[in-house]
């Protein structure tokens, strides 16, 4: 498991904060097409790393920055100390491509620090492992955030590029006094390439009090972007959830789609009922100011929380506990907050969470008390105005004697138990499996469908398993077999040459069999045989997961398990 469930009492900060601001700056503001222009736009690292030149920074004030997330009603800052072009927004004695050697020629990183400890504002530091710069980053043709191009003065080297990352992952935490957190993107390897267990202890060493994300296969929580699966908070997992302010980009963008106040704030809210943190970002001009339009968004989110706060700061989210799409929960002590997100159609509503009805109700922004009553085990809150207080979201705090408010959680249906007499063969589908365990970013194991060639040239629709695997997610599927058996287990999958090369493996008790991930043709499922079990008389778990992944993130499309009687 990558992430812990269970909170050190140091790292409670974090998920009493809820609301962070998320700041993407580098010399891709320059050219302000977004962060990924490099990349996007095959733009030769000659071409772009002269960009340097023209990092001037006429208007950065850090404490105007950090004022500005205050405001905003933000409780921490995570800010990009390197992207993935390479170029370091901080002091690095490991190389010379860092603002220090830029016009600028000042430390912004050391200057956003110090406004933040003035401000007692906890501040995070975002790092890119992924490297378009440094010579000994190795790139793989066709990897996502890999460069498709070579310089003849590169020194492809992994271990000597670990030392790199590392080495100024250990100054990021020992030069700029505490610091609150370590933000890792670099999700297309794996922790034991990344080394994420190794530099997770060397963070906790030196900055005992910080947080560590995901992103390098060890971490403290979960990361995803612009969406949050309520299902790892659910199982106690501490989860960020990020989302930029431009729908096109995360750095500076001049024409940057901006989504709206409304939509922005639904989205935080909703993040936070699942009992997640919210991770806002702007991207600054290439002057060092805030863009303006980006900012407005966050300072009317955070008039929302001066009136609203209560209900997000310091609570717990309810996951898997929302009324509707429209109507969800936080709970602090004995209050619990109903968000409406849509104003309802009558003067009342139906909440069937709960165990029991309130002692009182009332509109948090205005203060206005509401009815309570109770009626064939809902509990009905009425009185509400003809309009809402707030255009854009409201709040009903509701007060109980206990702080034992809501009904416990359903559990799932359980996966079927499949019967086999032990003759011929059994097939193990996606749809009659349970999945388990959390990949990258808090993702669990999709199921879907695949479109596959049949004999007389037509298609037919197949389910299968996603190919995004972790080694962490499994599939499990309960046997009822009428006698001991011997069987073979073959697995039935498609993978792209790419991704080839990993590992599959089945447990069922001690007994293990797995075989190698070929490539196959596009659209092709082959048949690959795993080994010989004894299929024990009765109920019986057979497990299926990635013991070896070539690349991180990706496995193979799987469309089903097969055990053969001997």
């Known amino acids: 498991m990558l992430a812990k469930p269970r909170l050190a009492e140091n790292l409670r900060w974090f998920p009493e904060a809820r609301f962070g601001m998320f700041i993407h700056f580098g010399l891709y503001a320059i050219p302000a097409r977004g962060e990924w222009v490099m990349l996007r736009e095959d733009i030769m690292r000659d071409d772009y790393e002269p960009l340097m030149k023209r990092f001037r920074l006429p208007k950065f004030d850090a404490d105007e920055w950090v004022d500005v997330a205050r405001r905003s009603g933000c409780r921490y800052i995570t800010i990009t100390a390197k992207h993935h072009d390479g170029f370091c927004l901080f002091a690095s004695e490991l190389t010379d491509y860092t603002i220090t050697n ?26 890119s492992q992924p490297d378009w710069h440094h010579p000994n980053f190795v790139h793989r043709p066709g990897a996502f955030k890999d460069l498709q191009y070579e310089r003849p003065q590169d020194t492809p080297d992994w271990d000597a590029y670990l030392d790199y990352y590392i080495g100024q992952v250990r100054e990021l935490c020992s030069n700029y006094g505490r610091i609150d957190g370590i933000w890792f993107d670099g999700v297309q390897r794996t922790e034991e390439e990344w080394r994420g267990k190794y530099v997770y202890d060397m963070i906790k060493k030196l900055q005992p009090n910080a947080v560590v994300n995901d992103r390098a296969g060890y971490g403290d929580f979960f990361t995803p972007e612009r969406t949050l699966s309520a299902i790892p908070a659910a199982a106690g997992y501490m989860v960020e959830a990020c989302q930029s302010i431009s729908g096109a980009s995360w750095g500076y963008h001049r024409r940057p789609d901006l989504y709206s106040t409304p939509y922005l704030l639904a989205c935080m809210l909703r993040m936070i009922c699942a009992d997640g943190n919210y991770l806002l970002n702007v991207g600054p001009k290439p002057d060092g100011s805030l863009p303006e339009d980006w900012i407005e968004r966050l300072l009317q989110i955070g008039s929302w929380l001066d009136v609203h706060g209560d209900a997000v700061y310091k609570t717990r989210g309810l996951p898997l506990r929302e009324e509707s799409d429209t109507i969800l929960y936080t709970q602090r002590g004995k209050k619990a907050y109903v968000h409406l997100l849509a104003w309802p159609q009558s003067d009342s509503i139906e909440l069937i969470q709960l165990k029991q009805p309130p002692v009182r109700a009332k509109l948090l922004s205005t203060g206005q008390k509401l009815g309570v009553d109770s009626a064939a085990g809902l509990t009905i809150v009425s009185g509400l105005p003809a309009a809402p207080p707030d255009p854009w979201a409201n709040v009903i705090e509701l007060s109980f004697q206990t702080e034992d408010i809501f009904r ?78 011997r069987c073979t287990i073959s697995l039935e999958l498609a993978c792209p040459e790419m991704y080839a090369g990993g590992e599959a493996q089945v447990v069922i008790g001690k007994q293990k069999v797995s075989a190698a991930v070929p490539s196959t043709a596009d659209g092709v499922f082959e048949r ?32 089903r398990v097969v055990v053969e009687a001997k």
């Open 528 to 559: 690959v045989e795993m080994g010989e079990v004894k299929l024990p008389e009765g109920r019986s778990k057979l497990t299926l997961c990635p013991s070896k992944l070539a690349i991180a993130y990706h496995f193979a499309t799987v469309r």
């Open 102 to 127: 830029t016009p600028f020629k000042r430390d912004l990183i050391g200057e956003l620090v110090q406004a933040c400890h003035r401000a007692d504002m906890p501040i995070c530091f975002y790092y």
């Open 408 to 485: 416990p959680v359903p559990k799932p249906e359980p996966a079927p138990t499949l019967q086999w007499d032990g003759k011929d063969s059994l097939e193990l589908l996606p749809s009659q499996a349970s999945v388990k365990g959390f990949g990258l970013k808090g993702s669990v194991l999709g199921r879907g469908s695949t479109a596959v060639p049949t004999p007389d040239g037509g298609e037919e629709t197949v389910e299968t398993f996603s190919p995004a695997w972790q080694r962490e997610q499994k599939a499990e599927w309960t046997i009822d077999c009428e006698n001991p058996t």
